[in-house]
């Protein structure tokens, strides 16, 4: 099993930035991608970043390319979404996710909540 838990998240206004981290805890990690979700009100989950908690490429959004940035602290098991030139289309529960699956993550972290303001 692994827990995720989430914080970070806010009100903000256009073109602010802000931090989002994942606390991860449970089994080993190290095969895992680590990704970020988001979910705006009234669309399906959606797929924003994502990396390999052992390192490598990592995986954008097109609508997110250039303004937010995954990384990762393995001696603190954490992994964080920088986000940068924020819209208010950007607002939504971001969701942090872990499996070996990218694209269909097993683990699910309870969510935050970003509002970005006009």
């Known amino acids: 099993q692994v827990q995720l838990v989430e914080s970070g998240g806010g009100l903000v206004q256009a073109g602010d930035s802000l931090r989002l981290s994942c606390a991860a805890s449970g089994r080993t990690l190290s095969s895992y991608y680590m990704g970020w979700f988001r979910q705006a009100p009234g669309k399906e989950r959606g797929f924003v970043a994502a990396t390999r908690w052992s390192g490598g490429p990592t995986y954008y959004a097109d609508s997110v390319k250039g303004r937010f940035t995954i990384s990762r602290d393995n001696s603190k098991n954490t992994v964080y979404l920088r986000m940068n030139n924020l819209k208010p289309e950007d607002t939504a529960i971001y969701y942090c996710?872990?499996?070996?699956?990218?694209?269909?993550?097993?683990?699910w972290g309870q969510g935050t909540q970003v509002t970005v303001s006009s």
């Open positions: 996710a872990a499996g070996v699956n990218v694209t269909a993550p097993a683990y």
